[in-house]
C-alpha cells in the first residue's frame, strides 16, 4: 500500500514515496524529477502535460496554460483551443500524470496520496486542491503545508535538540514564513505567515515590463507567441543572473533592434518592491512565536525562486547569516510529502516522528458593531480560533441575537486578521432559524472545528431548540457544489490523452518546434526542415532510424540551445 | 487537572524538561489519531511552557533589581535607545541654539515626558526586559554582514535624522521627510529594525502627546511610515506597550487607511452580493436622490414646454417608476445617483430585485415621498438605515 507524496507546484510539481527508510523522488516518463505544471491539448485534441505543454507554451500559446495554481479556489476558466478548463481540472490533469508516472516506477497502481498546499492558502483553495486529487482518482489522505513538508526533511537529520529554523519558502506563486523547532523526535511549528501573491513569476513580470520599456515596445502591440517567448526568455536570464553579474538578451524579437543587459543591480533596483513585501511574512512569524532573530539557529531556503542571488543576500542581510539550502530547494517539498505519506503508511522507521502543525491566520466570525452608527464600518470580527494555534484543535463561541423577534441568524465565516469582517476574506455563510424572542435572548454557539489538513467545519448550534446545523463551510461564494465536481469528472473522462511510448519524440518535437518560434531567418528554416525530416521518419515507423533520428536531433537542438541563450 | 499532572512530571522552570515530558507523551497522542487526546495534552504543553516562564521571568526580574542596586542599569548591551537619546538630545539643545524655534520646544517637551517618569508612555524606557530597543545588539555569530560599528554609526545618523523628522512634523505632514528609512541598508537587519521601528513610534507618540496633535492631522506621514514598518499589524503589542488609549487614536488612521485605499465602486454582476451587507449612509441616499431629481428635471423640461409644474411633477413620478425601476432591476442594481454613490438595491439576502418588485418599490418611495412630508421625518429617526419604503417593500440599499 504506497501513498504518494506530491508537491503540486505553481510552476514545477515533483511525487515522491517513502521507500526503504528514505525519501525516494520518482522521475517521469522523460526521465526528469521536475514536471512544469503546464497542460495543453495538441493538434489531434490530445492532452499534453509538462515539459511537451512547456515547449508548446511558445509554439502553441494559445492551446497551453501555465500557473494556473493561482487562481485555485477561483471560478476562472483558462482556454485551451475549443474547451475551457478551471484551475482544478487542470490540477487534476498534472496530479493525473505524476500518478501514471508514480505507477510505471513502482509497478502498482496507486490511489492514495499527500498533497502540499502553501501554508498560506485558505480553506477555498484546499479544498480545491482536495477536489483536484480526487479528480485525479487519488484519495487524498492529507494537505500538508510546504513549508512544513520542507522543515521534515531537515528535521529528519537533525541531531541537536531543541532547535529552532526558520523556513522560508519562495516558490512560482507563493511565499511561505514558518518557524519550527525540533526536539526528540518532534517537529513543532510555532507560527506560519505568507504572501499567497509574491512569487517567482513576479519577479520575471518585472523583468518583461521592464524590458519592454527599455526597448520601447508595448505589451498589446505583441502577439501571444511573442510575448511568451519573452516572458521565458527573460527567465531564463533570471536563472542565469544566480550565477554570474550581467546577462545580456540578444536580438529576440523583430521589433527589438538592439541587444539588452540586464545586470545584477538594475534586477535589484527593480526587485525592490517585491523584496519589500518578503519582509512583513517573516517579521510577523517572529512576533506570533515570540522569537527573536538569534533565537533561530538556521534559516532554511526552499523553492525554486530562492536560487536569486538578490533574495539571499536580502536573507543574509536580515537575519545577519548565510542561509543554507543543502537539498535541492526545487524537491525538498515533495521529499517532505513522501516523509509524511510513510507516517501515514506507519512506516516502522517513522515510529518516533510527531508533526504538529498550526493554523496560520485567524478565523472567526462577524458580530453587530454597535459603535457603527453610520454603517461605514460594517460588522466586527470575532475571531473563534486565534491565527498560530496548534491543530487539529476545535472551539466554541456563544453569539445572541441582535434584533428583537429575529426568526434567522446568519453565521458569516471569515479569515484574516482585521477588526472589521469587511477586510478579511469571507469563506462562507450558514443560516439557522432561532424562535421569536426579545434581542439577547435566543443564543447560539457557533464551533470551528480545524483538522489537521487545515481545512474547517463549523457547527452551529441553536441553544433553546437543539437544533445543530453541521456543515464544512456552505454557500462559499468560489467552492464547488458536489454537481460541478460530477461534470468535472465526466469532461475529464473525455479527454483523450498521449499513449506514453511516443512521449520522448514527441517532447523532442515540441522542444524542436519551440526553438523553431523563437529563431530567426536561416536558422529559422534550418529547424524547419529538421522538424520535417524527423516527422517523416516518425511516420515510417522504424524503430532504429527513429532511435538514431531522436539522437542526431537533440544533439543538433543543444548545440543551438547553447548558443542562442547568452 | 493541572497540566503538570497531565505531563507527568513536578512544577519545573526548565523548558526541555516539559518538552521531554511532551515528546514522550506525544507519540501515545497523536494528533491525527488521538485528536482529542493530543488536544488536551498540547493545551497543557503550553500552559506549562507559560508557567515555568513565568517563573523564570521572576528569577530575571531579581537579577534586574541586584544589578540596580549595583547602579549599572543600562549597562552595554541594555543600553536603551532612550538613554542615547536624552544624552543626544542635551547635546543637540547647545548645538541647535541658533537654528529654528520648533526644535527647542519639542527638546524640551521632551524633557517634560522624561520628568514625568510615571506616565505609560516611558514605560519602554525602564529597562525591565525591552529588549525590542536594543538598537545594535550584535549577536554572536560570525556571519554577521553589517559589522557593529556600521550599525553604531547608522544608530547615530538615524537618530539624528528622526529627530529632525519629528521636529518637522510638529508643524508639517510631510512624508518626505520620512524619506531618509529608504536609504539605510543597515535597515534589512531584522533586529535593528524592529529596533528602530518602536523607536520610531515611540517618538511619535511622545510628539502627539505632548504636543497635542491629531493623528488625524498627521495622516499621510503615519500612513507612509505603517508602509515601511507594518505598524498596523502591530496593534497587540503596542498596545500592551503603552496601553489602548495612548495608541487607538493612531490605530484607527492606520487601519482605516488601508481601507481608503481600496477601489470604492465594484462593478461586477453577481447573482448575490458577495461579502458582508452593509447599509448605505442616510446622507449618501438623499445626496444620490437629488442627483436623479436634478437629471430627470433636466430631461423633463427639455422635453415638456410650458410652466405648468404640475406636469413637471407628474412626469417626475413617472420617470421614477419607469427609469428607477428598470434600473433598479438591472444588473446596474441602482439609479444612476445611486451608482454614483456606490449604492446598490438588494432583497434582504442581497440578490438582484425582480422589476415587480423593484416597481413597488419605486411606487410605494413615491407614495411614502409624496403624500406624507412626515415621512422624512420619521426616515430621520429610523436609526438602523433602513428606511421607511424599504421596510415596506423588503428590500435594502447597501454599498455596492
Known amino acids: 500500500m504506497t501513498i504518494l507524496g506530491i508537491d503540486l507546484g505553481t510552476t514545477n510539481s515533483a511525487c515522491a514515496i517513502w521507500q526503504d527508510g528514505k525519501a525516494k523522488l520518482i522521475p517521469n516518463r522523460l526521465d526528469k524529477l521536475l514536471t512544469p505544471s503546464v497542460v495543453g491539448v495538441d493538434s489531434n485534441g490530445e492532452v499534453v502535460v509538462g515539459d511537451i505543454a512547456k515547449h508548446r507554451l511558445i509554439s502553441h500559446p494559445k492551446e497551453t496554460v501555465s500557473v494556473f495554481k493561482r487562481a485555485m479556489g477561483t471560478q476562472q476558466e483558462f482556454s485551451l483551443g475549443k474547451q475551457r478548463f478551471t484551475a482544478v481540472e487542470l490540477s487534476a490533469l498534472i496530479l493525473r500524470n505524476l500518478k501514471e508516472d508514480a505507477e510505471n516506477f513502482t509497478g502498482e497502481k496507486i490511489d492514495q496520496a499527500v498533497i502540499s498546499v502553501p501554508a498560506y492558502f485558505n480553506d477555498v483553495q484546499r479544498k480545491a486542491t482536495k477536489q483536484a486529487g480526487e479528480l485525479a482518482g487519488l484519495q487524498v489522505e492529507r494537505l500538508i503545508n510546504e513549508p512544513t513538508a520542507a522543515a521534515m526533511v531537515y528535521g529528519l537529520h537533525e541531531s541537536a535538540d531543541e532547535t529552532q529554523f526558520m523556513i522560508l519558502d519562495l516558490g512560482g506563486g507563493t511565499f511561505d514564513v514558518t518557524l519550527v523547532e525540533f526536539f526528540a523526535g518532534v517537529m513543532e511549528v510555532h507560527a506560519s505567515s505568507g504572501d499567497n501573491f509574491l512569487g517567482g513569476e513576479d519577479f520575471t513580470n518585472f523583468l518583461v515590463e521592464k524590458f519592454l520599456e527599455a526597448n520601447g515596445l508595448n505589451i498589446n502591440s505583441l502577439t501571444i507567441a511573442e510575448r511568451q517567448h519573452i516572458y521565458s526568455i527573460l527567465n531564463d536570464a533570471k536563472h542565469a543572473l544566480s550565477a554570474r553579474q550581467t546577462v545580456v538578451v540578444e536580438q529576440s524579437l523583430k521589433q527589438q533592434d538592439k541587444s539588452w543587459t540586464l545586470t545584477r543591480e538594475i534586477f535589484e533596483e527593480m526587485a525592490a518592491p517585491l523584496l519589500d513585501r518578503i519582509r512583513f511574512p517573516i517579521e510577523k512569524t517572529l512576533r506570533d512565536s515570540g522569537a527573536s532573530p538569534s533565537d533561530i539557529s538556521q534559516v532554511v531556503l526552499v523553492g525554486g525562486a530562492t536560487r536569486m542571488q538578490t533574495f539571499r543576500s536580502l536573507v543574509t542581510k536580515m537575519f545577519r547569516r548565510m542561509p543554507s539550502g543543502h537539498i535541492d530547494p526545487d524537491l525538498v517539498v515533495a521529499m517532505g510529502t513522501a516523509i509524511q505519506a510513510g507516517l501515514k503508511e506507519k512506516s516502522s522507521d517513522l515510529d518516533d516522528v510527531v508533526l504538529t502543525d498550526v493554523c496560520p491566520y485567524s478565523l472567526g466570525t462577524g458580530v453587530l458593531n454597535h459603535a457603527d452608527r453610520h454603517g461605514k464600518q460594517g460588522n466586527i470580527f470575532l475571531p473563534i480560533i486565534e491565527r498560530n494555534t496548534t491543530v487539529p484543535v476545535s472551539f466554541e463561541r456563544t453569539v445572541a441575537t441582535a434584533q428583537d423577534n429575529q426568526k434567522v441568524v446568519s453565521v458569516g465565516i471569515y479569515q484574516g486578521e482585521s477588526r472589521l469582517v469587511k477586510n478579511n476574506i469571507f469563506l462562507g455563510d450558514i443560516e439557522v432559524k432561532v424562535p421569536k424572542a426579545p434581542k439577547g435572548k435566543e443564543t447560539i454557539t457557533i464551533r470551528y472545528s480545524y483538522d489537521m489538513n487545515g481545512l474547517l467545519e463549523v457547527d452551529v448550534t441553536v441553544d433553546s431548540t437543539g437544533l445543530i446545523v453541521n456543515k464544512t463551510i456552505i454557500n462559499s461564494p468560489d467552492s464547488l457544489s458536489e454537481e460541478d465536481i460530477k461534470k468535472s469528472q465526466e469532461k475529464l473522462q473525455h479527454l483523450k490523452f498521449h499513449p506514453r511510448d511516443t512521449e520522448t519524440n514527441r517532447a523532442l518535437l515540441a522542444r524542436a518546434e519551440r526553438l523553431y518560434e523563437s529563431s530567426l531567418d536561416d536558422r529559422r528554416e534550418y529547424l524547419g526542415s529538421l522538424i520535417n525530416d524527423f516527422e517523416v521518419l516518425l511516420e515510417k515507423q522504424v524503430l532504429r532510424d527513429i532511435e538514431i533520428g531522436a539522437k542526431k536531433i537533440e544533439a543538433i537542438l543543444d548545440s543551438i540551445e547553447k548558443d542562442t541563450l547568452f | ?400
Open chain 2, 1 to 400: 487537572m493541572n497540566c503538570w499532572k497531565t505531563l507527568g512530571i513536578m512544577p519545573t522552570g526548565d523548558a526541555s524538561l516539559i518538552k521531554k515530558a511532551y515528546a514522550s507523551l506525544l507519540k501515545v497522542h497523536r494528533p491525527d489519531e488521538d485528536p482529542a487526546g493530543f488536544s488536551k495534552l498540547n493545551h497543557a504543553y503550553k500552559q506549562c511552557l507559560q508557567l515555568s516562564k513565568q517563573q523564570h521571568y521572576s528569577d530575571e526580574k531579581i537579577d534586574h533589581i541586584e544589578e540596580a542596586s549595583k547602579g549599572d542599569l543600562l549597562s552595554d548591551s541594555r543600553s536603551s535607545i532612550d538613554q542615547l537619546d536624552y544624552d543626544d538630545q542635551d547635546e543637540s539643545n547647545q548645538d541647535k541654539q541658533e537654528e529654528n524655534h520648533s526644535s527647542i520646544t519639542v527638546s524640551s517637551q521632551k524633557n517634560n515626558l522624561v520628568k514625568t517618569t510615571d506616565t505609560e508612555l516611558l514605560k519602554s524606557s525602564t529597562p525591565e526586559g525591552e529588549d525590542s530597543i536594543k538598537l545594535g545588539h550584535i549577536g554572536d555569530d560570525e556571519d554577521t554582514i553589517f559589522s557593529e560599528d556600521s550599525l553604531e554609526k547608522a544608530k547615530e545618523s538615524l537618530i539624528q535624522l528622526t529627530e529632525s523628522a519629528i521636529n518637522k512634523m510638529l508643524k508639517t505632514d510631510k512624508p518626505d521627510d520620512w524619506q531618509f528609512i529608504t536609504s539605510y541598508e543597515e535597515l534589512y537587519d531584522i533586529h535593528f529594525r524592529i529596533g528602530y521601528s518602536d523607536y520610531v513610534f515611540q517618538q511619535i507618540l511622545a510628539l502627539f502627546h505632548d504636543n497635542k496633535i491629531k493623528p488625524k492631522a498627521r495622516q499621510s506621514s503615519l500612513l507612509y511610515l505603517d508602509n515601511i514598518f507594518g505598524w498596523s499589524d502591530q496593534e497587540k503589542k503596542y498596545e500592551e506597550e503603552y496601553g489602548y488609549e495612548n495608541i487607538y487614536s493612531i490605530f484607527d488612521i492606520l487601519i482605516d487607511g488601508q481601507n481608503n485605499q481600496e477601489t470604492p465602486i465594484k462593478w461586477s454582476v453577481e447573482p448575490r452580493h458577495k461579502g458582508p451587507i452593509e447599509q448605505a449612509g442616510y446622507y449618501k441616499r438623499i445626496f444620490a436622490n437629488m442627483i436623479d431629481i436634478i437629471l430627470y428635471v433636466i430631461v423633463s423640461s427639455s422635453l415638456l414646454n410650458g410652466d405648468n409644474i404640475g406636469d413637471h411633477f407628474i412626469s417626475l413620478i413617472g420617470f421614477f417608476l419607469i427609469m428607477n425601476a428598470m434600473m433598479e432591476a438591472s444588473p446596474m442594481q441602482g439609479s444612476l445617483g445611486k451608482v454614483l454613490f456606490g449604492i446598490k438595491v438588494t432583497t434582504y439576502k442581497g440578490r438582484r430585485l425582480n422589476i415587480l418588485h423593484a416597481l413597488l418599490r419605486q411606487l410605494i418611495y413615491c407614495i411614502s415621498t409624496l403624500s406624507f412630508k412626515i415621512t422624512v421625518w420619521v426616515n430621520l429617526f429610523l436609526n438602523d438605515g433602513r428606511l421607511l419604503h424599504d421596510r415596506i417593500s423588503r428590500s435594502i440599499a447597501i454599498k455596492r
